[in-house]
Every structure is written in structure tokens, then in C-alpha cells.
């Protein structure tokens, strides 16, 4: 059995500039899907998933963040005065176990890569996931949870994957497969960031979630010597993965459940109506005004070009 996965990086750090005008004050991650921000699914996800630290990578403008994962005396006590005990029991399920979470600043935007390199010594020589909060997804079992399955059978790390339309590849890290595996779980011998459509070497598009082993962070900790040397662009973590292969197993996992990216526009509205249409308590109502919606056509003449 594979060293057991306890630590989770959250990058919070982004500037959210495809959410604009909604993420000029209000942290991307705060953003909500149904009743509850986006940065939840994904820790509710990792504590499905055995994670017992959490560490987020955030910057200026995000302590929203940890106030809400934090405890909120006021509130609890008006709401226990009150005897609002079902309301009580949301509000305390966000919170964290004390000393299992804490926040790293990332003082600059450098990318993905850097930001997990800013968890370095936190992290220390333990295999860790990172979960892209931004991206959640809709699946029996939770993706970190499946993943996780996987990583006891096979060890090294494991990426999260799924097929892109080809003409999409330079959207996405790409991976290249060393055959085809069980057809669920596919060996890497590489991969790409952002490849175009000719240059790709699969379809298979790398999504947020990742369990690494610690070596990557030292290819990042080359990188960053690099750009701070004047090399200069973002530090990608798909790089720095590409130069851990060799040494550990690389895996790719194809995975059960639909992934709704919370930076597009439309998939974000797209993963509302999904985890509204899979809440037993509001799935009636939402799908009937989804139905009339369509049927009558009713959004068509208030239609606003933006
Ligand atoms: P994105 O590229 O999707 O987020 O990064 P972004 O940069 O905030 O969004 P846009 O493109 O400007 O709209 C995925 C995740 O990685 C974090 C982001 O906060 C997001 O949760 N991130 C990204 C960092 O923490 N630091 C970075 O330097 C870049």
C-alpha cells in the first residue's frame, strides 16, 4: 500500500478575471453554486476523501475564505438563541478542524505551479493532492475519493482525466499515454501544456485534481530559480509533472461524474441548474421553471447582448 495521502493544496490565489464584473470584490471561489461557494465542493470533497490538512494558497482579497471556514460566534449564538438548530448545522458544516487548516500567501499571480511550490514546506516529503477549487463535479463517488482508489492500486501519482473535442487541446494539459491501460486508468510516459490541436499528443485533457508525489516540488523549485533568474512567464505545474516521469508510476484516470468549470460563464450557470436538479429538497421547482423556460421560450424577447 502506497504512502497514505493526508494533505490537500487548495490554489485560491487567482485574480478570477474571466468572472468579471461578479470577482471585482467577491473571491472567484466565494461564488456560488446553489447555496454554497464553489471553494466548498471541493474541500467537502477532499474530507471525503481522508484529508485531514488542508492548505490554501490565497492572496489580498480572499480572507472571505477563511472566515468561512472558520467558526462565526455572533452567529451561532443568535441562531442557537433563536432555535434555528437546522440553520446552526450549516453554518458550523463548513467549518474546519482547528490546526488542520492553514493559508500561505501567494503574493503574485505566477501560476498554478508556483502557487503549489508556495505549500513546499508544508507539504515536505509527503505525497499531497491539489484540488483546483474552480472545477467542481457531480459524481456518485467523490473524483478525489475515486482517485484515491486508484492511487492504492497503483502508486506514484495519479491525474484526473477525460476526453476534449481535438480542437480543444490548447485549452488544457494534454497527456501522452504509454498505451492504453485498462481504458480507466492510462500510463503516462508525458505530457503537454496547452499543446495545439496538431501538435497534441492524445485528447485526454488533464482536470484540477492531482495526487503527487513530493519530488515534483523540486522540478517547481528549479522553475521558480529559473523565472526569478529573469526566464520570467507563469510557473505550469503540467511541466513540472512532466519532469517527475521516470521516477515514480505517472497515471492517468478517466472518472465517473460531470465536471463544470466555475470560470466559463455558461458552465458555471450549467453547474447550478446540475447540483440544483440533484438536491432532492429544490430538484421539483427548478426543473418545473427549467421546463417552462424552454418550452414557452419565455427568456427569448428580454435577451441582452453582453
Ligand atoms: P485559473 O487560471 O482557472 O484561475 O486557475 P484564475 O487565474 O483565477 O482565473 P482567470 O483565468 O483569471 O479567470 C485555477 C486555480 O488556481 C488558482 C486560481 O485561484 C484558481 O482557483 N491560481 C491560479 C493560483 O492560486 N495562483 C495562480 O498564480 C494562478
Not at 497503483?154 to 477525460?162: H, I, L, Q
Not at 480542437?167 to 510516459?189: F, K
Not at 485526454?204 to 526566464?231: C, F, M, N, T
Not at 509533472?241 to 497515471?251: D, I, N
Request: glycine share 10%.
Amino acid at each position: 500500500m502506497p504512502q497514505p495521502v493526508r494533505k490537500a493544496v487548495f490554489p485560491v490565489a487567482g485574480l478570477g478575471t474571466r468572472s468579471l464584473p461578479a470577482t471585482k470584490s467577491v473571491p472567484k471561489e466565494m461564488m456560488t453554486v446553489v447555496d454554497r461557494p464553489i471553494i466548498q465542493y471541493a474541500v467537502d470533497e477532499a474530507r471525503a476523501a481522508g484529508i485531514e490538512l488542508f492548505i490554501f494558497i490565497t492572496s489580498r482579497g480572499k480572507t472571505a475564505i477563511e472566515d468561512h471556514f472558520d467558526q462565526q460566534f455572533e452567529l451561532y449564538h443568535t441562531l442557537q438563541q433563536r432555535g434555528k438548530d437546522a440553520q446552526l448545522a450549516e453554518a458550523r458544516g463548513s467549518e474546519l478542524p482547528t490546526g488542520q487548516f492553514c493559508f500561505v500567501r501567494q503574493p503574485e499571480p505566477m501560476g498554478l505551479g508556483h502557487a503549489v511550490w508556495c505549500a513546499r514546506h508544508i507539504i515536505g516529503d509527503d505525497p499531497f493532492a491539489v484540488l483546483l477549487p474552480d472545477e467542481v463535479f457531480l459524481s456518485r463517488t467523490p473524483l478525489l475519493k475515486q482517485m484515491i482508489e486508484t492511487y492504492n492500486e497503483v502508486g506514484g501519482n495519479v491525474v484526473a482525466v477525460r476526453e476534449v473535442e481535438p480542437a480543444l487541446t490548447s485549452r488544457y494539459g494534454i497527456l501522452d499515454p504509454a498505451g492504453a491501460g485498462d481504458g480507466i486508468v492510462v500510463p503516462a510516459r508525458g505530457m503537454v501544456e496547452k499543446p495545439a490541436p496538431a501538435d497534441a499528443p492524445s485528447t485526454l485533457s488533464i482536470v484540477g485534481r492531482y495526487l503527487l508525489q513530493p519530488d515534483v516540488l523540486d522540478h517547481l523549485d528549479q522553475a521558480v530559480k529559473g523565472a526569478v533568474a529573469g526566464a520570467g512567464g507563469e510557473i505550469q505545474l503540467t511541466d513540472a509533472m512532466a519532469k517527475t516521469l521516470g521516477g515514480h508510476p505517472f497515471h492517468g484516470m478517466r472518472f465517473e461524474g460531470e465536471r463544470y468549470d466555475c470560470g466559463d460563464r455558461a458552465d458555471f450557470v450549467a453547474a447550478n441548474l446540475a447540483f440544483a436538479l440533484a438536491r432532492t429538497d429544490i430538484e421539483a421547482p427548478v426543473r418545473a421553471a427549467a421546463h417552462r423556460m424552454l418550452d414557452s421560450g419565455v427568456a427569448g424577447p428580454q435577451k441582452q447582448a453582453v
